[in-house]
């Protein structure tokens, strides 16, 4: 195999952008009115409204997921006998979160140049996305480290934006909560398995990093800090969890490792105290 070839299909690549600019672009512009229900469980009421956008918000997710499965499916390494078993699901987790969490940070956006400029930095944040899981999917191939380290960055950051949409949507904690302990525990899956895929063990430390990192945003939900300021926290959180569970998982001195996040994540604390002036 031409290791240092691109193979990617450009054509549909080039579909994908398309379609996520025409969603989004239509999403702005349609005005469909917000629903609301009650829903009982144990003889408690609970009032759920679902946003107008929402749909298209679901709509652009699972089509950007179909388009990156149609492009995954082309990578060459799946035509070697030993790839049968090979599943793309993992690819899946980072375009599908950029779709999503990039049209929620997006509809928090007034209409205007900065709404245009944020358009265009979400739709490259999801052709990157697909990119970079393109060619992490061969072991082999000679960009899959820089890949690998971007999808790293990519990943954290996609994270920070989605829960500083979140927490200024202003949604209710009994959803909020389960909702960043899912999206934390797809983030920390989908990073662990970039390092070291071939350990099962790393479904459960994304899952507990995901409770470790709900149970922290309760009490912040209640501090008066800006919704940048709980994204940053909790994305570090979730950065130092990742890493501490990477060095466990390779057997590694990690109680140094330790220390050091906690070194770094002082740093970092002290540095958005003084440069959010919280």
């Known amino acids: 195999m031409q290791h240092y ?18 969603v989004n672009a239509v999403s702005r512009f349609v005005n469909i009115p917000s629903r609301g229900f009650r829903l009982t469980v144990l ?17 652009l997710a699972l089509l950007v997921v179909v388009g990156s499965e149609y492009i995954f499916r082309s990578h060459p390494i799946l035509s070697e006998p030993q790839a049968k078993k090979y599943s793309t699901v993992r690819h899946w987790i980072l375009p599908g979160m ?10 928090l956006f007034p ?8 358009l265009t930095a979400v739709t490259g944040l999801m052709i990157l996305s697909v990119v970079g899981e393109y060619f992490v999917m061969d072991r ?8 690998a380290v971007g999808l790293n960055i990519l990943g954290l950051t996609l994270l920070a934006i989605v829960l500083s949409a979140l927490h200024a949507s202003e949604v209710r904690l009994a959803f909020a909560i389960p909702l960043i302990g899912l999206m934390v525990s797809a983030i920390a899956l ?16 994304a899952l507990g990093i995901g409770l470790l990192v709900s149970e922290l945003a309760l009490p912040l939900f209640f501090l008066p800090i800006s919704s940048v ?15 501490v569970a990477q060095a466990r998982v390779k057997e590694k001195n990690y109680r140094s490792v330790i220390l050091e996040y906690l070194l770094i994540d002082g740093v ?9 002036g919280r």
């Open 5 to 22: 070839k691109i193979n990617i299909d450009i054509r549909h690549l080039n579909i994908l952008s398309a379609t996520i600019l025409l």
């Open 43 to 59: 003889n408690v009421q609970w009032a759920v409204e679902i946003n107008g956008r929402f749909p298209f918000m679901l709509l």
């Open 98 to 107: 950029a779709a999503l969490g990039g049209s929620a940070a997006m509809n």
């Open 111 to 118: 209409s205007g140049p900065r709404w245009w400029l944020g």
């Open 140 to 147: 082999k191939d000679v960009r899959h480290d820089l890949a």
């Open 190 to 205: 989908r990073l662990l398995d970039l390092s070291d895929s071939l350990v099962p063990a790393i479904r459960y430390y």
């Open 229 to 243: 300021t709980f994204g940053l926290l909790l994305t570090l959180a979730t950065h130092t969890a990742v890493g």
């Open 268 to 276: 970092a604390v002290i540095i958005l105290i003084l440069a959010l």
